[in-house]
Each structure stands twice: as structure tokens, then as C-alpha cells.
T-cell receptor, first 114, second 114 residues
Framework: KNQVEQSPQSLIILEGKNCTLQCNYTVSPFSNLRWYKQDTGRGPVSLTI?????NTKSNGRYTATLDADTKQSSLHITASQLSDSASYICVVPYFSGGYNKLIFGAGTRLAVHP | EPEVTQTPSHQVTQMGQEVILRCVPI?????FYWYRQILGQKVEFLVSFYNNEISEKSEIFDDQFSVERPDGSNFTLKIRSTKLEDSAMYFC????????????FGPGTRLLVL
């Protein structure tokens, strides 16, 4: 079954600290993995897209890694800011009939405290 | 920067009533999507739409749901006879193409069925 699992479910860190969020997927065939940031009551916003050939990709203070062999990805946030408080969602497209639909993980809810 | 817009932001309706949720995708995008997120749960794919027809739909998208692009800018989701369990946040998204292109999400419409 095509699934995306994330851990931890929630995380509290202090401003300025680093954190790492995990994603495991079983979607097959695999072509890419996406990390989204979702503020409360808002739509998801894309942070990064990683293809199966990419191991690491950075977007400012966000660094995503991908291990296509173990089907794991991580999102590392450095020097956290209060505005990083949000849900971070791992998403893997599932291609069917030539079109993609996105399979969403449940997300990690991050709270950054001063 | 172009963005996906949705109206209304909130809608309250009585069970059994019809509702129409509206979306204006980004102007040069060709693929359109609807997702929903029940409070506290994952975002779920509902339907994708391209070239004036449904390209894929999930098992959630039953006969109560329909989508339409009535003109060159709007994309609508109609729920014919709402049920209590239709209460959720509904997100519209659009992308340039249906492959690896990023899907851009709107801010969502929060639907409450009483």
C-alpha cells in the first residue's frame, strides 16, 4: 500500500536550535519527494522537491536529505525562528494513468518557543 | 507573485444543502486539483482536472461531488447534498503541468456542515 509516515508527530524546540524531521515512504514507483510547510489554517507551501537521484537539497535554513534505497527522507532546520512554527508535511506523488496525485504524510507539528 | 485564491474563506451550511466552493488558479497553469483536510487529519486528494475533464479522482470523490471550469479563470467544486462528514478544509491547487511541477495551494475554504 502506498503510504507516507512521519515522525515525530510533534516537536517543541527553543528559538535558535536545530531540529530534524523524519519521513518514511512506501510509494512505488518512486520519482520524487516533497516537503511542504503548512501554517495553521493555511494551504501547504512547497519547501523543496527531491528526485530519486538527489541526496541533499537546501533551501535557506532548510536542508532535505533522501535515501531512495531505504525510502527515507529528513528535513533539517537550522537556527530555528519563531516563524518556523508550523506543520511540516512530507508528500510523495503517486503516478496513476499518467497523472500524479499527492500522498500526504500526517505531518510533524513544530513549535518554536522563545 | 501569482497565487491561487479561494472563496469563500468560510462557509456554514445545513446538512443536505448544496455548496459551491470557488477557486481561481494561477493564470498560466493547466492542471487543477482539489484536496480536503478534515480537522486534525491528513490532507487527502480528491480530484485532478485537465483539459476540461477529470483526469483522476479518489474514492472520496463520489457522485455527490462535481468539478467544473465554467469560464477561463474559475475552477469550482460542488457538493450536491452535504453531509456532516463533509465538514473540512478544502484546498484548491494548480500546477503548470501534471508531472513533477510544484502544485501551488490556495488558502482553503473551511466548510462546516450542521
Amino acid at each position: 500500500k502506498n503510504q507516507v509516515e512521519q515522525s515525530p508527530q510533534s516537536l517543541i524546540i527553543l528559538e535558535g536550535k536545530n531540529c530534524t524531521l523524519q519521513c518514511n515512504y512506501t510509494v512505488s514507483p518512486f520519482s520524487n519527494l516533497r516537503w511542504y510547510k503548512q501554517d495553521t489554517g493555511r494551504g501547504p507551501v512547497s519547501l523543496t522537491i527531491m528526485t530519486f537521484s538527489e541526496n541533499t537539497k537546501s533551501n535557506g535554513r532548510y536542508t532535505a536529505t533522501l535515501d531512495a534505497d531505504t525510502k527515507q527522507s529528513s528535513l533539517h532546520i537550522t537556527a530555528s525562528q519563531l516563524s518556523d512554527s508550523a506543520s511540516y508535511i512530507c508528500v510523495v506523488p503517486y503516478f496513476s494513468g499518467g497523472y500524479n496525485k499527492l500522498i500526504f504524510g500526517a505531518g510533524t507539528r513544530l513549535a518554536v518557543h522563545p | 507573485e501569482p497565487e491561487v485564491t479561494q472563496t469563500p474563506s468560510h462557509q456554514v451550511t445545513q446538512m443536505g444543502q448544496e455548496v459551491i466552493l470557488r477557486c481561481v488558479p494561477i493564470s498560466n497553469h493547466l492542471y487543477f486539483y482539489w484536496y480536503r483536510q478534515i480537522l486534525g487529519q491528513k490532507v487527502e486528494f480528491l480530484v485532478s482536472f485537465y483539459n476540461n475533464e477529470i483526469s483522476e479522482k479518489s474514492e472520496i470523490f463520489d457522485d455527490q461531488f462535481s468539478v467544473e471550469r465554467p469560464d477561463g479563470s474559475n475552477f469550482t467544486l460542488k457538493i450536491r447534498s452535504t453531509k456532516l462528514e463533509d465538514s473540512a478544509m478544502y484546498f484548491c491547487a494548480s500546477s503548470v503541468s501534471g508531472g513533477m511541477e510544484t502544485q501551488y495551494f490556495g488558502p482553503g475554504t473551511r466548510l462546516l456542515v450542521l
